[in-house]
């Protein structure tokens, strides 16, 4: 049985993008800025495939327990939960503007 390279939605979507970014400065100003816009959706898209995922019914408990007086006793581990959540948003939306410190290595 002869197995063949089958390529991740990550590595198929980096390829449309990297696609847009060679074509791009060959387009008119309209279609410039859309295949700009394109090329910067899927390098969010990409980024949160290769990340982890993040639980959204994990940060719905988060906030109806902060919301409960339920997390009052731990503010440093809350404060660290919401700040880790941000951080792994921000390395999906805008990785370069995280601090050196919080970026993706």
Do not use: N
Request: proline share 6%.
């Amino acid at each position: 049985m002869t197995h063949h390279y089958r390529p991740s939605t990550a590595d198929l979507v980096g390829t449309v993008t990297e696609f847009l970014r060679e074509i791009g400065p060959k387009l008119d100003s309209g279609d410039r800025y859309q295949a700009l816009v394109c090329g910067h959706i899927l390098a969010m898209v990409e980024r949160e495939l290769r990340g982890e995922p993040l639980a959204d019914q994990d940060e719905a408990a988060l906030v109806t327990a902060i919301r409960a007086g339920e997390r009052d006793a731990d503010w440093d581990a809350t404060f660290t939960a919401i700040l880790d959540r941000t951080i792994a948003r921000v390395a999906i939306t805008k990785p370069d503007h995280l601090a050196p410190e919080h970026r993706p290595a």
